[in-house]
């Protein structure tokens, strides 16, 4: 059973940080490439972010330079680390394979940007 759990998100002001975690079962994570997704009140869900099993990465256009993601293949763990945020990144973030499949979204964890 596939499992994905995100955690870390949280309230933080503009221009602070905030490391989000998405813990993964089953072989999903050692055969597919991982990406961070996120759905802001209103919006559809976009793709934030995406990690190849050989650790390529891409990012939307809104959050290069400021968001980089990992994987640790030792602990089935794909991270977000997300630095000068904006209140326009305020939305819940979510885990999945990329492309995403309907049956792994989780919970997501609630990042909010405010002062």
């Known amino acids: 059973q596939v499992q994905l759990v995100e955690s870390g998100g949280g309230l933080v002001q503009p221009g602070g940080s905030l490391r989000l975690s998405c813990a993964a079962s089953?072989?999903?994570?050692?055969?597919?490439?991982m990406g961070w997704y996120r759905q802001g009140p209103g919006k559809q869900r976009d793709m934030v972010a995406k990690?190849?099993?050989?650790?390529?990465?891409t990012y939307a256009d809104d959050v290069k330079g400021r968001f980089t993601i990992s994987r640790d293949s030792a602990t089935n763990t794909v991270y977000l680390q997300m630095n000068s945020l904006k209140p326009e990144d305020t939305a819940v973030y979510y885990c999945?394979?990329?492309?995403?499949?309907?049956?792994?979204w989780g919970q997501g964890t609630q990042v909010t940007v405010s002062s």
């Open positions: 999945n394979k990329w492309p995403p499949l309907d049956d792994y």
């Open positions: 990690i190849t099993t050989d650790f390529s990465p």
């Open positions: 089953g072989s999903i994570f050692r055969l597919y490439t």
